[in-house]
């Protein structure tokens, strides 16, 4: 199995930023496509960014593009996901996932999942 532990949440007022952060325990990390996924109260889990394995491919949802961007370093087993111009319509809870597989994919199936972390945008 693959562990996920996400980070870097908190408050923040509307137009800031925040990186979170998503460490991996597996060895395979590097072979794995990687995706950050939220979920609001009251509302389903979306889909917000995903990377391909080696870094080269990635992927945003509409809400997000240009504003969030994912990143990773497979030398640290780290998968990032930088966010900016921050609206209150980001509050959410995010989630760290991996798929078994090389290919980012939006929305596909992902194996594991991380315990997420707390992201407020508020003034």
């Known amino acids: 199995q693959v562990q996920l532990v996400e980070s870097g949440g908190g408050l923040v007022q509307p137009g800031g930023s925040l990186r979170l952060s998503c460490a991996a325990s597996?060895?395979?990390?590097?072979?794995?496509?990687m995706g950050w996924f939220r979920q609001a109260p009251g509302k389903e889990r979306e889909f917000v960014a995903c990377i391909s394995a080696s870094g080269a491919t990635t992927h945003y949802s509409d809400s997000v593009k240009g504003r969030f961007a994912i990143s990773r370093d497979n030398a640290k087993n780290t998968v990032y996901l930088r966010m900016n111009s921050l609206k209150t319509e980001d509050t959410a809870v995010y989630y760290c996932?991996?798929?078994?597989?090389?290919?980012?994919?939006?929305?596909?199936?992902?194996?594991?999942w991380g315990q997420g972390t707390q992201v407020t945008v508020s003034s």
């Open positions: 597996g060895r395979a990390f590097s072979v794995y496509a």
């Open positions: 996932a991996a798929r078994t597989f090389t290919v980012c994919l939006p929305n596909s199936r992902y194996d594991y």
